[in-house]
C-alpha cells in the first residue's frame, strides 16, 4: 500500500513538475511578446513624432518662405508707387576701402532722379557706373548703388578703391597734335600744342596706339620729352 501511495506521489510530483514548467514557459513567453510589443509600440510612436515633427517643420518653413514673399511683394508693390521728388532727402555714404571708414554725407537730390521710383532709381545708378564723371573715376568708384528708397528718403552706397586707379591720363595723337586725357579716356585734360611730326617714329607709334600715364609726375616728364 505504501509502495502504490508512492508510486502516485511521484506520479502527481512530476505532473506537477511539468504544469509548473509549461506555466512557467507561458508566463516566459508571455512577458517576452508583451515586452516585445511595448518595444516596438515605442519604436513606431518615436517614428510617428519624428514623422509629424518633419512634416510640421516643413510646413513651419513653407508657411515662413510664403510670408517672406508675400512680404517682399507688399514692399515692392509699395516701393513701385513711391517717386523721388526735390523734397526727398538725399544721403549718400561712402566707403574707402583704403582706410576702411564710411562717412556720410547730405547732397541735394540730382535732378535726374526727381520722379522716378525704385526701379528706374537702380537702373540710374548701373548707367552712372557704366560712364562714371572724370573725378568719380580718379577717386576710384566701385560700387554705386540703393541701399534705402523711400519717397522722403534716398539712402545710396559708394564703395571707392583708388589702388584699382591704374593710371591718371592717357596721351594720344589727334589730328597731328599729342592731346592729354583723363584716365577715363573720354575726358579730354589738355591740348598741348606738341606737333606729332616734330617726334620720333617710336613716339608716334606708341601715341598711336595710345599711352597710359600714372601720374602727374609722369605726364609732365613726358611732355618735357617730347618738347625736347
Known sequence: MKQKTSYWLVALLMVCSVVFGGLTGY????????????????EMQKEMTASIDENVKKEASTAAKNAVKENMKSIQAEASNQKLSVDTVYQVQKYDAASKQTTTEYETL???????????????????????????YLDGLQSFGVVAFAKDRLIVKKIYDSSKVTYRYYLIAIDGEVVVYYGDKNTIYEYTGIETKNLTTEERTQLKKGVEVKDENELYSILENYSS
Open 110 to 136: 540730382p535732378k535726374e532722379l526727381v520722379g522716378l521710383d525704385r526701379d528706374e532709381t537702380d537702373a540710374y545708378c548701373k548707367k552712372y557706373m557704366s560712364s562714371l564723371p572724370v573725378q568719380e
Open 27 to 42: 508566463f516566459c513567453a508571455f512577458y517576452h511578446v508583451k515586452s516585445s510589443q511595448k518595444t516596438f509600440e515605442k
